[in-house]
């Protein structure tokens, strides 16, 4: 994040945790002629349109009074995306029992990656139950040896 978006993040971060919410990420851009500031929130069970709403009335109006951006822009306030990034121990919490993706920088009983339903978490270790050719597994990951960890959608 730039310092602009840094500082539109540590404003708005407590007014959406009011609301409800978790801020994941604040993003301002230009795309052709326009500037955009995106707000992406998430919850427990997910963000929905009339959270988006509600959210974005409460922002505009907080952005209006901060004054932190000169000249137009579009407001956009919506969810990252079902398969996020996860950031820290606050959106493991919300990923308990969903789906998850585990990808590691070294062989744990010989895989690099899980895709699987997040079991439970601590300082050290996440636990995923995966399913493998025959049946379902649960694998212990170093917390250390994680390189990349999203949500994920199971069908």
């Not at 604040?26 to 002629?33: D, I, L, Q, S």
């Not at 990034?85 to 919490?93: C, M, Q």
């Not at 079991?119 to 050290?124: G, I, L, P, T, V």
Request: charged share 35%; proline share 3%; aromatic share 10%.
């Amino acid at each position: 994040m730039n310092s602009r978006e840094t500082s539109i993040f540590e404003h708005a971060e407590p007014v959406v945790r009011e609301l409800g919410y978790k801020l994941i990420e604040v993003e301002y851009a230009k795309e052709g002629p326009d500037y955009f500031l995106r707000i992406y929130l998430d919850k427990p069970g997910g963000i929905t349109l009339d959270d988006c709403v509600r959210a974005s009335e409460v922002l505009g109006d907080k952005l209006d009074e901060w004054d932190l951006i000169s000249g137009m822009y579009f407001l956009d306030v919506s969810s990252p995306g079902a398969e996020r990034p996860i950031k820290d121990d606050e959106d493991l919490e919300m990923t308990l029992e969903n789906g998850i993706y585990v990808k590691t920088y070294q062989n744990i009983d010989g895989n690099k990656e899980w895709t699987g339903i997040l079991k439970s978490y601590d300082e050290d270790t996440v636990t995923v139950m995966y399913r493998d050719k025959t049946r379902e597994k649960t694998v212990d990951i170093d917390r250390s040896l994680i390189a990349t960890i999203r949500k994920a959608v199971l069908l």
